[in-house]
């Protein structure tokens, strides 16, 4: 029984996804205090229950503790099987997060999967549904997973209604992957979402990202969705290049200018393009789990958040890995290596 404290780090549902995953993968059986301890409404909220729930179903886990608000949790799982499933979050809680909680565990089925998730796809507490499409997809790929997601129904907090489906196939070994240079850049363009609210919120933002960014035309794309799929306001930018791409992501709230949106993504945009690095903060978090899970791995990010040092304490309670993280002037660098 691996024995962790929800409370080290930056206390989030990171270390309790993480876990999960790990946990059903490794059949290690583990015990998390203090879940969520570092938030303004600690233990588990509807989102964390429910990649709870995902985690049991898929693996045949023993499970005491699983309901809202608990802050202890015992997951013993059992072998991981392939199949049909369906998970409602029955709130603006992310998709997302509690597919990727299940997503690389599926790997190791014992036969291909289709999961579907409603809930939240466009969150500010988690990535959009296009980052891991556009950015965490294909990395996963190189590494010789053939996972796909799509959207089908847009949803933002906090009404959510929305649903994503992955398709995923049998894996059980990730092929390491270096990825130190994100090569040229090969494209670049902003999307402005909007549902429910007024086109000339997004046109703005676009209009801002324009200026600030040097774009026009394709570049700046307006994405008018249903209204029933809101009310809403999402901003992207999604940079390609030769061996990566990044999606950043802002959203609209009541009384934040449209302009103080397009702001805050191209903040996170540019700075992204100043290091030179392969991957921007939030890929970098991401990217440690399959490449301890594949044996080795280096990349290059612009930033080594809290959140991912904290990740890779947890990966280390489960894999016999070591992640070394190295933080230089404009770019940091994070190597995995196996133990044994």
Not at 65 to 77: D, E, R
Not at 232 to 257: D, P, Q
Request: aromatic letters at 4%.
């Amino acid at each position: 029984m691996i024995e962790l404290d929800g409370a080290v780090g930056e206390g989030g549902g990171q270390i309790l996804r993480s876990a999960l995953t790990l946990s059903m993968i490794t059949g290690q059986a583990f015990c998390i205090k203090n879940i969520r301890a570092g938030r303004k409404k600690p233990g588990l909220l509807r989102q964390h229950l429910v990649a709870v729930q995902a985690a049991t179903g898929i693996s045949g886990a023993t499970v005491t503790g699983a309901q809202l608000g608990s802050q202890t949790l015992l997951f013993a799982p059992k072998a991981i099987k392939g199949g049909d499933y369906q998970f409602a979050i029955g709130s603006a809680g992310s998709c997302t997060l509690v597919l990727q909680t299940v997503m690389l565990a599926l790997l190791h089925a014992d036969g291909p999967s289709t999961v579907r998730i409603s809930g939240g796809t466009h969150n500010p507490m988690a990535p959009p549904a296009q980052f891991l499409q556009r950015a965490y997809l294909p990395l996963l790929r190189k590494m010789g997973a053939d996972i796909n997601i799509e959207l089908l129904r847009s949803g933002f907090y906090p009404a959510g209604g929305g649903c994503i489906v992955a398709t995923i196939a049998p894996c059980p070994q990730l092929q390491q992957l270096t990825l130190m240079e994100r090569g040229e850049r090969t494209g670049g363009y902003a999307e402005g979402m909007v549902a429910g609210l007024l086109a000339s919120i997004a046109l703005r933002e676009l209009e801002c990202v324009g200026l600030g960014m040097g774009w026009s035309g394709d570049q700046l794309r307006m994405r008018g969705l249903p209204a029933d799929q809101g009310p809403g306001n999402a901003l992207l930018i999604t940079l390609e290049y030769e061996h990566a791409s990044e999606v950043f992501c802002a959203f609209g709230e009541k009384m934040v200018r449209a302009e103080t949106v397009a702001k805050d993504v191209m903040h996170e945009a540019r700075r992204y393009i100043a290091s030179q690095a392969a991957v921007g903060e939030h890929l970098a978090d991401q990217l440690m789990l399959p490449m301890a899970l594949a044996g080795g791995g280096s990349f290059t990010a612009d930033v080594i958040s809290q959140h991912a040092i904290t990740n890779a304490e947890v990966i280390g309670r489960f894999l016999p890995v070591s992640i070394t993280l190295e933080e230089g002037e404009q770019r940091s660098t994070c190597t995995v290596r196996a133990t044994a």
